[in-house]
């Protein structure tokens, strides 16, 4: 029987952790949640989870930034992700050096949550250290930065080489211009630019061209997925350039 991943909430509001346990619960997760700075810090360091999802703000003199450091003391890696209203570049630096994994602003979309936990949990995942990535046909050595399709050697610069890594460690996962923007350029906000679009154009003529089944796949109003489903079977056939 597979093992069900289990998940600690760290929440004190009340409708917030009921829409995350929910989802999560829904997603098949085994879900704990508390709504304490005390208590929480107790159930992270006392039990073994998966993964944390964790509120910044807690009630009760200790803080998910506390929470966090004492995981980190104790040598506990596990995968911790905040969730907070604090949204500013400078709250976010302060949460991500804090220790924490990942770090998502309020108000959220459940989708968004859940597939940045999906990332984690891959990334945190036995073999995940692996040198080579392979998405079908494609390959990118992490050791020497090459990357092929078949027999075809792949040049990519290096912005190109960072999306590239992301889409294929995400395989078959929803990626949004957030998720993309945050871990590929840096940035903590939106510049309302058509940077993603461009780069996603300019990987998709090197990766996709005159090959017969698509890797790259847009997913208008939603963000882009890397996968050999074969066009229109998963992804409503949306194939347009950026």
């Not at 999560?24 to 159930?43: H, I, N």
């Not at 079908?136 to 999306?163: C, F, H, N, S, W």
């Amino acid at each position: 029987m597979e093992k069900r991943v289990r998940c600690l909430v760290i929440e004190d509001e009340a409708e917030t952790s009921n829409y995350i346990c929910k989802g999560l619960r829904e997603a098949g997760y085994l879900v704990t949640a508390c709504a304490t700075g005390p208590d929480g810090l107790d159930y992270a360091i006392g039990e073994d989870w998966d993964i944390i999802v964790l509120d910044r703000m807690l009630p009760g003199r200790i803080d998910g930034l506390s929470i966090v450091d004492k995981l980190r003391a104790l040598g506990k890696h596990t995968p911790v992700i905040i969730v907070s209203a604090l949204s500013t570049i400078d709250a976010r630096v302060t949460g991500l050096r804090g220790g924490a994994d990942d770090y998502l602003p309020k108000p959220f979309a459940f989708s968004e949550l859940l597939a940045r936990v999906e990332a984690l949990l891959r990334r945190s995942a036995p073999g995940a250290d692996s040198t080579q990535l392979q998405v079908a046909d494609l390959k990118l050595d992490l050791r020497t930065m090459r990357v092929t399709r078949g027999p075809k050697v792949i040049t990519l610069q290096p912005r190109e080489y960072r999306l590239l890594e992301y889409l294929m460690r995400n395989e078959n996962q929803v990626v949004t211009r957030t998720m993309l923007l945050e871990s590929v350029w840096d940035y903590h906000f939106d510049p309302q630019t058509n940077v993603i679009d461009v780069q996603i154009s300019r990987l998709r003529a090197k990766v996709d061209k005159d090959f017969p089944v698509m890797l790259i796949h847009t997913l208008r109003g939603v963000g882009y997925r890397m996968g050999a489903t074969a066009p229109g079977e998963d992804d409503g056939g949306e194939r347009a350039l950026g």
